[in-house]
């Protein structure tokens, strides 16, 4: 093999030899680089993304950047992976936006955003602050899951001669073609998301100089490219192994006003890793909004069931991605985790701020008996009190506890065993010979708050991780046992 030829052989399905010719079995170099820089060069096995930001909408949590350079205004694409965490709350949740936009004013933006006022469709818009929206692709499709990750893209090209072509939308690597509303931008229509003294916003919109309409949930791999009109394929890739749309690097150009947020410095979130420098102001948002909770590593959270067996009066409020828990509605209030437990052996931590009554529980609870709320059904707990419980029945057990304790719950769903932990300190098997097909992580609030930790914490913990390497807990993980993760559910679970 010659040395000109770099000794790399080419993948199937692609033109080999000279970028853009014919077989020749291996690549030159400087051809493969040509590949990378187009996006068209396979990953090797899965691309493990390690960060994303936790946005919550309570905090009015954001991210800005007021540009100094005006560029394309007529073709860019937007990239992002996201995770919800609240639905049907009555107001939009942008995801992005170019905004200043000021009513009366001549001011054009772009806006990505998740409907939450009853439809919970996704809808591309580009609008005029003057005559109203220009060009709008909501979808008929609704994104209801609070359990994935979604890869959403937005590719915009207002020069396009045909009207549909001039923005794209596609979700896990597939183009939307079915739309509630369906209205093209003008042709050659300039939207201030590059036009300098504009100041786009990831998490929000600005009305009238207010900040609002803000995102709650999870968003990572956040790309914007100016200049270009991309398909997921820059961004993405289907694992041959599982079927699955996965994240893979992007390798093109960014663009003047292009950017690239990996969420990788807890310290400054906002940092641009294009090369651009196109670095965002934070707002209100910490270094425990970092998150390792990820499209290639998706943690459990809680469910926000709405409407457990009729007593949606009695479900706690859930917050801070579905992690944090207030409860206000009596000693009904009940909660159970986004990912069901069958095999395998499992810990988590909950730490309540706030003890409302003497029976708070932690525990878990049979996946058939979700729904049989008050009534204890399928449930195994560890109560404040000290007792343990099996559905309706209590029994001595361990110490009491209270506001800022650190609960632990080992759960050994293979073997059936439950053990509790206090502030580290095992409090002795409190159940044996468990027995059905699956089990969620589950909680009885009474009138509590809190906190769950699966293992990406909504508050500050001790790094303390699992044998894999993954979690970060506030006590030592107990041997043999595993944070509740997609990862640790492929290889233990």
């Known amino acids: ?16 030899g000279q970028y853009g010719g014919t077989a020749s079995g291996v690549w030159r170099l400087r051809d493969a680089f040509n590949y990378i820089k187009a996006g068209l060069w396979p990953v090797a096995g899965n691309y493990p993304v390690a960060n994303s930001l936790r946005f919550n909408s309570g905090s009015s949590d954001s991210l800005t950047r007021t540009l100094s350079t005006t560029s394309n205004r007529q073709i860019f694409t937007w990239s992002s992976w996201v995770k919800r965490d609240k639905l049907n709350t009555g107001t939009d949740q942008f995801l992005f936006s170019s905004s200043n936009f000021n009513t009366g004013s001549n001011t054009f933006t772009l806006n990505i955003i998740l409907r939450s006022s009853g439809s919970d469709q996704l809808a591309v818009g580009l609008e005029n602050s003057v005559s109203g929206t220009d060009g709008l ?16 893209v937005a590719a915009i ?33 300039n939207v201030d998301i590059n036009q300098s003294g504009q100041t786009p916003y990831v998490g929000a919109f600005l009305l009238n100089s207010t900040p609002q309409r803000f995102f709650s949930g999870y968003q990572s791999e956040v790309n914007f490219i100016d200049g270009q009109a991309l398909t997921p394929s820059s961004f993405g890739q289907t694992d041959s192994a599982t079927g699955i749309w996965t994240p893979k690097p992007y390798y093109g150009t960014f663009g003047t006003n ?6 990788a410095n807890s310290a400054a979130l906002g940092t641009d890793s294009s090369g651009n420098a196109n670095t965002f102001t934070v707002n209100n948002l910490t270094s425990v909004d970092q998150s390792t909770d990820t499209p290639t590593n998706n943690f459990a959270t809680f469910l926000t069931l709405n409407d457990w067996n009729g007593k949606s009066s009695s479900q706690p409020t859930i917050s801070e991605g579905n992690l944090k828990f207030s409860g206000s509605g009596g000693w009904l209030g009940e909660q ?10 499992w810990f988590w931590e909950i730490t309540p701020t706030t003890v409302g009554l003497s029976n708070l529980t932690f525990g878990i609870v049979n996946s058939n008996n979700i729904n049989e709320n008050g009534t204890r059904t399928g449930s195994y707990g560890y109560a404040s009190s000290g007792e343990k419980w099996n559905g309706a029945t209590n029994t001595a057990y361990g110490a009491t506890w209270t506001a800022n304790d650190v609960i632990g719950v080992a759960f050994d769903a293979t073997n059936g065993t439950l053990i509790f932990y206090k502030n580290g300190s095992s409090q002795g098997t409190a159940f044996t010979g468990i027995t059905s097909t699956s089990y969620n992580a589950w909680f009885m609030t009474y009138n509590s708050v809190g906190t769950v930790n699966f293992g990406s914490p909504v508050v500050s913990s001790n790094g303390y991780t699992d044998a894999a390497g993954f979690g970060n807990f506030s006590y030592a993980v107990p041997s043999g046992y595993y944070a509740l993760c997609t990862k640790n559910l492929a290889t233990y679970g």
Do not use: C
């Open 1 to 16: 093999m010659a040395k000109r030829n770099g000794g790399i052989i080419g993948p199937s399905n692609v033109p080999t």
């Open 336 to 345: 159970v985790s986004s990912i069901a437990i069958s095999t395998g052996k």
């Open 258 to 263: 292009g950017f690239y947020l990996k969420f």
């Open 137 to 152: 692709r909501q979808t008929t499709q609704v994104f209801r899951d609070i359990s994935a990750w979604y890869h959403i």
């Open 157 to 189: 090209d207002t020069t396009q001669a045909t009207a549909s072509n001039r923005i794209k939308v596609y979700v896990n690597g597939s183009e939307v073609t079915s739309f509630a509303n369906n209205t093209n931008p003008t042709q050659n229509a």
